[in-house]
């Protein structure tokens, strides 16, 4: 019996698609569509497909069964937009999230390659820095509206502080994001976070993101965001108005 074991990931990651056992997308896809297949063939879903690419491997997968089995992580889908504050599905970096502990939190890393983080900035075979803080950001984003906001009061996220600590390379494999509330604080005007973030595709993190945010009303941020805006306008105005003015003779 001939059996085939390929991780499958976005075409745009052509160096990591040089390793034996890889596989583009669209070379997958244009296979399951032919039937162009083993006797037996097992995928890992990695990085770097679209939504529609995600979409049509899950249909043919389901057609080509049993033959075509997936790993245990399946075919990973993004969380709702709306818990995620980004307007273009294409820059969702997660999956829905799960509940695993009081409060701890799991969710796949969900990387489309046309994501905005993405788009001007690959270098080698692994996944940059700055597309996985913003994946981090969007985890703390969806567990604390999905799990910690209340009401329907609008509210805004202010990031205090960020730390962040890269173990080792995140390659675009099946990845998945581990959220654990570390304290929150109740202030008279919203709540403060502190989180550690784990970025796993294996044991133990490849990445951790520690971060302290603020979740005020939105009405409050506003206004103190408007204040701050202002005086910073005045005074880059006031720094100007300086520079023109000539300065004055020294007297005798």
Same mark, same amino acid.
């Given at each position: ?38 006797? $037996?063939?097992?995928? =890992?879903?990695?990085?770097? +497909?679209? &939504?529609?690419?995600?979409? %049509? #491997?899950? *249909? ?103 730390? $962040?600590?890269?173990? =080792?390379?995140?390659?675009? +494999?099946? &990845?998945?994001?581990?959220? %654990? #509330?570390? *304290? ?69």
């Amino acid at each position: 019996m001939s059996h085939e074991a390929l991780v499958v990931v976005g075409d745009r990651f052509e160096e990591f698609l040089a390793n034996r056992g890889t596989v583009g997308a669209t070379a997958l896809l244009e296979r399951l569509r032919a039937g162009d297949l083993p006797e $037996s063939l097992s995928l =890992s879903v990695g990085q770097g +497909l679209t &939504a529609g690419e995600l979409a %049509e #491997l899950r *249909e043919l997968a389901e057609r080509r069964a049993p033959a075509v089995t997936l790993g245990k992580s399946g075919v990973p889908a993004p969380a709702e937009r709306r818990l995620t504050h980004k307007h273009d599905a294409r820059n969702i970096l997660v999956g829905p999230v799960g509940q695993i502990a009081e409060n701890r939190f799991v969710a796949d890393l969900v990387l489309d390659q046309r994501v905005e983080v993405l788009a001007d900035h690959l270098t080698g075979q692994h996944i940059p820095a700055i597309t996985l803080l913003e994946a981090a950001r969007q985890m703390w984003t969806v567990v604390t509206e999905q799990f910690f906001i209340t009401g329907a009061d609008r509210t805004r996220f202010v990031v205090v502080s960020v730390a $962040s600590r890269f173990h =080792s390379y995140v390659f675009p +494999l099946a &990845a998945t994001l581990q959220y %654990e #509330l570390l *304290e929150h604080t109740r202030t008279p005007v919203g709540t403060v976070f502190r989180c550690r973030i784990g970025i796993h595709h294996g044991t133990p993190a490849a990445a951790e993101v520690e971060a302290e945010y603020r979740v005020i009303p939105d009405k409050v941020s506003a206004k103190q965001e408007a204040i701050a805006a202002r005086q910073a306008v005045a005074a880059e105005v006031g720094l100007l108005r300086a520079q023109a003015s000539p300065a004055e003779a020294p007297t005798a």
